[in-house]
Nanobody
Framework: QVRLVESGGGLVQAGGSLRLSCASS????????VAWYRQAPGQQRDVVAS???????WYADSVQGRFTISRDNAKNTGYLQMNSLKSEDTGVYYC?????????WGQGTQVTVSS
């Protein structure tokens, strides 16, 4: 059974930092692409960053230079380091793994940035 569990969300002031984690089990984690999505209230879920199994990263323009995605295959865990947070970064953050033609999602973790 595949399981993804996000953690690390919370309430932070603008300009602060948070580090999200996505712990996986039940899948070949090192063979997947890991992506982080954000869903703001009343908005669609949008991708903010991704990292391939080879370590190639991509960032949305809105987070470029502030967020860093990484992975630790030995721990089957993905990370999203978020710095210089802004109020518009508020939302539920989800991680997704993609590989072997299948996608898996975590349950999400809430990030709230107060201005």
């Amino acid at each position: 059974q595949v399981r993804l569990v996000e953690s690390g969300g919370g309430l932070v002031q603008a300009g602060g930092s948070l580090r999200l984690s996505c712990a996986s089990s039940g899948l070949f984690f090192s063979g997947t692409t890991v992506a982080w999505y954000r869903q703001a209230p009343g908005q669609q879920r949008d991708v903010v960053a991704s990292i391939t199994r080879l370590g190639i990263t991509w960032y949305a323009d809105s987070v470029q230079g502030r967020f860093t995605i990484s992975r630790d295959n030995a721990k089957n865990t993905g990370y999203l380091q978020m710095n210089s947070l802004k109020s518009e970064d508020t939302g539920v953050y989800y991680c997704k793994t993609s590989g072997g033609g299948r996608d898996y999602w975590g349950q999400g973790t809430q990030v709230t940035v107060s201005s």
